[in-house]
């Protein structure tokens, strides 16, 4: 099993920053690649970014230029820098570790952090 903790969301104003850490714990070997997913009020849940035990990084189209994933998925950490926030950025943001690669849906998730962005 692996243990996942978010820390770093908050309430920011449209344009600024935050920085979001993950933390995993456990059987930390088996993770292959970790990332971010949100979900916003009557949304569906959505990938943000993900990086692998490679570096290689993927991220969703509302995102790039904006937010900028890393870590070291070995170590069981991963960041979200993410600059230029809009309101549509607000959701809550889940920390995720999976034992295959980018493309894959998560094995783990963690219990999310609020990020709220006001206009």
């Known amino acids: 099993q692996v243990h996942l903790v978010e820390s770093g969301g908050g309430l920011v104003q449209a344009g600024g920053s935050l920085r979001l850490s993950c933390a995993a714990s456990?059987?930390?070997?088996?993770?292959?690649?970790m990332g971010w997913y949100r979900q916003a009020p009557r949304k569906q849940r959505e990938r943000v970014a993900r990086?692998?035990?490679?570096?290689?990084?993927v991220y969703d189209d509302s995102v790039k230029g904006r937010f900028t994933i890393s870590g070291d998925v070995a170590k069981g950490t991963v960041y979200l820098q993410m600059d230029s926030l809009i309101p549509e950025d607000t959701a809550v943001y889940y920390c995720?570790?999976?034992?295959?690669?980018?493309?894959?849906?998560?094995?783990?998730w963690g219990l999310g952090t609020q990020v709220t962005v006001s206009s």
């Open positions: 456990g059987s930390i070997f088996s993770i292959r690649s």
């Open positions: 995720d570790a999976g034992n295959y690669g980018l493309d894959y849906l998560p094995d783990y």
């Open positions: 990086i692998d035990s490679g570096g290689n990084t």
